[in-house]
């Protein structure tokens, strides 16, 4: 799913190219991507763009009667974990069935493409400020929050850091990806409850998730540079953690584990993160139960050749 980064560097492009130019006209090839009834997508049609904005992991574009006007709609895209935008620039032809959403505006086209077979991604319209803010889960914009508060928003409520991270309702932005990027810039592990952190491991944690998302919105723009990102992806050959499992920490050395869970997956060092322990993978401990190893050390004993 993207996240912060990409999400940042998404409204960029957008931006560039769309603000303060009208909708000429729209495409909807799947009616289900639409989640509301009203307004109609006609009533945005001759609409100018005036800003593109994030909600959370969600990219809103406000669109009004003149730019001197304020925003009187809200076209709000919610990608999911496979939904994609496009940037197709004319005088070339649009594309085809691919785009399940397809806007056309003076300088191109932006479409909305989503892998496989599962519809997850969504797109809400909005005439009223106020019932389009009621979409927003709320959680804390991490990058604008001082210390105190990035603790009071962490510690509210007594989850893991993986979930709390996650969580749209406690922080904005943070999806699976980054959660691993920042918690192993942080030395903690996924599974160590917010209120069991002390004054130490909150001011790491801070400077992690600060340093983590500035980081990879730096490299991501610079990586687009002006053009339109296309490879957009939860999976980078240079993050340290997440989506490099068995390869090693390039930190330490030692290989990097995972945690699978349904569609998702956890991936840390145990080395940097949870003092050498493996945490316990649901699917495979609940099979091998006391053969589970607990270190690397007994998983390297385990080994073919040991």
Not at 67 to 74: K, V
Not at 129 to 152: H, K
Not at 195 to 203: A, I, S
Request: net charge neutral.
């Amino acid at each position: 799913m993207p996240e912060y980064p990409d999400i940042t560097v998404y409204i960029e492009a957008i931006s560039r190219r769309t603000q303060g130019q009208p909708l000429l006209s729209y495409r909807l090839s799947n009616p289900f991507l639409l989640r509301t009834a009203e307004p109609s997508f006609e009533q945005f049609e001759g609409l100018l763009v005036k800003e593109v904005q994030r909600m959370g992991k969600r990219i809103i574009l406000s669109f009004s009667n003149s730019s001197e006007s304020p925003a009187s709609h809200w076209l709000v895209l919610h990608l999911m974990i496979a939904g994609r935008l496009h940037w197709i620039p004319k005088p070339k032809a649009p594309p085809g069935k691919s785009a399940l959403l397809l806007l056309e505006f003076p300088q191109g086209w932006l479409s909305l493409t989503e892998a496989g077979s599962k519809r997850r991604a969504s797109v809400h319209l909005f005439d009223n400020e106020t019932e389009m803010q009621s979409i927003n889960p709320g959680g804390l914009e991490v990058l604008e929050a001082d210390f105190p508060t990035f603790c009071q928003a962490l510690t509210a409520s007594n989850h893991t850091l993986k979930r709390a991270l996650t969580d749209p309702h406690i922080l904005s932005g943070i999806g699976n990806a980054y959660s691993d990027e920042i918690l192993h810039r942080a030395r903690l592990s996924p599974i160590k409850l917010t209120q069991k952190l002390d004054d130490t491991e909150l001011n790491n944690l801070y400077v992690a998730v600060q340093k983590t998302l500035i980081h990879w919105t730096d490299h991501l723009r610079d990586d687009c540079g002006e053009s339109f990102p296309e490879k957009v992806t939860a999976f980078r050959e240079d993050m340290a953690v997440h989506g490099r499992y068995g390869k090693p920490c390039p930190d330490c050395g030692s290989p990097i584990q995972r945690i699978r869970y349904a569609s998702n997956e956890t991936n840390y060092c145990p080395s940097c993160q949870t003092e050498g322990r493996l945490l316990a993978d649901r699917a495979l401990s609940r099979l091998l139960k006391k053969d589970w190893p607990r270190t690397l050390e007994e998983m390297e004993k385990r080994l073919p050749g040991k």
